[in-house]
């Protein structure tokens, strides 16, 4: 529940909270900003969690220098390409979490180092389908079977069962947000 509009965080309830807080007074507009902290709000601390993670990340694949240059977002695409082929820049933007503008500059460069195709999809001229080349095959493979170990480092402080409810919690975040 939101502190503000006691409605939960859907967009038109983010507009109507700001609302909320233009039409209170000086002196509880104040105490609202009194009241804010940053390092305990959601976003700080998804945040630094995402940087720890990126960290690791870093950490792991600098070590091979067949992985060193690729970034999180490149993995992410891999990835989804090596469960999947003939996928429309829709569906690896809707599996990947990432929009058009970033997946299609991501896309350019992968191309250019031969990690990817992109063609005409058979079935409907209309569309473009994504597939990984065999390089971009062995390399996606490659980064998937030390993937893991990423998550492993960054859940590594938490006992096992909040390391399971943790990520059962970020699970329902997402898909009360994205359905």
Same mark, same amino acid.
Do not use: C, W, Y
């Given at each position: 529940m939101d502190d503000a509009t006691g409605k939960t965080g859907s967009r038109s309830s983010i507009r109507e909270a700001a609302e909320n807080v233009a039409?209170?007074? !000086?002196?509880?507009?104040?105490?609202?900003?009194r009241d804010y902290h940053l390092q305990s709000q959601?976003?700080?601390? #998804?945040?630094?969690?995402?940087?720890?993670?990126?960290e690791r990340f870093t950490e #792991?694949?600098? &070590?091979?220098?067949?992985?060193?240059?690729?970034?999180t977002s490149q993995f992410a695409v891999l990835a989804v390409l090596w469960d999947a082929s003939d996928l429309s820049h829709k569906e690896v933007?809707?599996?990947?979490?990432?929009?058009? !503008?970033? #997946?299609?500059g991501l896309l350019k460069r992968l191309l250019a180092r031969g990690l990817v195709t992109v063609?005409?999809?058979? %079935?409907? %001229?209309?569309y473009?389908?994504?597939?990984?080349?065999?390089?971009?095959r062995a390399?996606?493979? +490659?980064?998937?079977?030390?993937? +893991?170990?990423?998550?492993?480092q960054v859940l590594e402080p938490l006992p096992e069962a909040d390391r399971e #409810?943790? &990520?059962? &919690?970020?699970s329902r975040l997402v898909q009360g947000h994205r359905g």
């Open positions: 039409l209170r007074t !000086p002196e509880e507009r104040r105490e609202l900003a959601i976003g700080f601390r #998804l945040r630094v969690a995402s940087q720890i993670a990126v #792991l694949f600098a &070590l091979d220098p067949a992985t060193a240059k690729i970034t933007a809707q599996r990947t979490s990432m929009d058009m !503008p970033t #997946l299609n063609n005409v999809a058979e %079935k409907d %001229k209309r473009r389908v994504i597939n990984l080349t065999e390089a971009g390399l996606a493979e +490659h980064l998937r079977a030390r993937g +893991h170990i990423v998550s492993q #409810l943790l &990520l059962d &919690l970020l």
